[in-house]
């Protein structure tokens, strides 16, 4: 079945850098496009970025727009999120998702990791 | 950016009684509309998308209905194991999401 694991959150201090990824099995990695999406404690649900499924396009929300990188290494089933200058604001829950539908560049989503957990605290 | 707006926030429901959630859009959305649901310390799972076709594996008593900028998600016979908090996501214009709606015992 589909399985979207998660790694590399953890505790950083304001201004530093981090890199999630996540090891997608159980379906054919190039023909969905993939997601981050976010929860910050106690909150509700924030899209964050996405990469297509041919890699030819990327998009950021416009809170992580300039400071965040979606990239994903297609020979491996792996997305990344580089995370750079990183605030306060950017602690959450960080989930990896994979878009409904394949060979479709949508925003909704059909399946989810368990999340790594960043804290961005000085 | 298209608003997501859910009510109640939180609902009171006992097991085998009929949950009725709403939530509306700010601007139409046509039928681009997905509902999740999540458990404490669980991530989200999809339930609905294009406002009324159930997921993989979703059972027949979750419901969902709408297009435009009004929809509704209905658990027909509420289960113990469908507690918890159940978010609506447009996803006409980029993907946003409501604030939630908290389905608890009564």
């Known amino acids: 079945q589909v399985q979207l694991v998660e790694s590399g959150g953890g505790v950083v201090q304001p201004g530093r850098s981090l890199r999630l990824s996540c090891e997608a099995s159980?379906?054919?990695?190039?023909?969905?496009?993939l997601h981050w999406v976010r929860q910050a404690p106690g909150k509700g649900l924030e899209w964050v970025a996405l990469?297509?499924?041919?890699?030819?396009?990327?998009y950021y929300a416009d809170s992580v727009k300039g400071r965040f990188t979606i990239s994903r290494d297609n020979s491996n089933n792996t997305l990344f999120l580089q995370m750079n200058s990183l605030r306060a604001e950017d602690t959450a829950m960080y989930y990896c998702v994979r878009g409904g539908g394949q060979w479709l560049l949508t925003f909704y989503f059909d399946s989810w990791g368990q999340g790594t957990l960043v804290t961005v605290s000085s | 950016e298209i608003v997501m707006t859910q009510s109640p926030v939180t609902l009171s429901v006992s097991p085998g009684e009929r949950a009725t959630l709403s939530c509306r859009a700010s601007?139409?959305?046509?039928?681009?509309l997905a509902w999740y649901q999540q458990k404490p310390g669980q991530a989200p799972r999809l339930l609905i998308f294009g406002a009324s076709t159930r997921a993989t594996g979703i059972p027949a008593r979750f419901s969902g209905s709408g297009s435009g900028t009004e929809f509704t998600l209905t658990i027909s016979s509420l289960q113990s194991e469908d507690f918890g908090v159940y978010y609506c996501q447009q996803y006409n214009n980029w993907g946003t999401f409501g604030q939630g709606t908290k389905v608890e015992i009564k």
């Open positions: 159980g379906f054919i990695f190039t023909s969905y496009t």
């Open positions: 601007q139409s959305i046509s039928s681009y």
């Open positions: 990469m297509s499924y041919d890699g030819s396009n990327t």
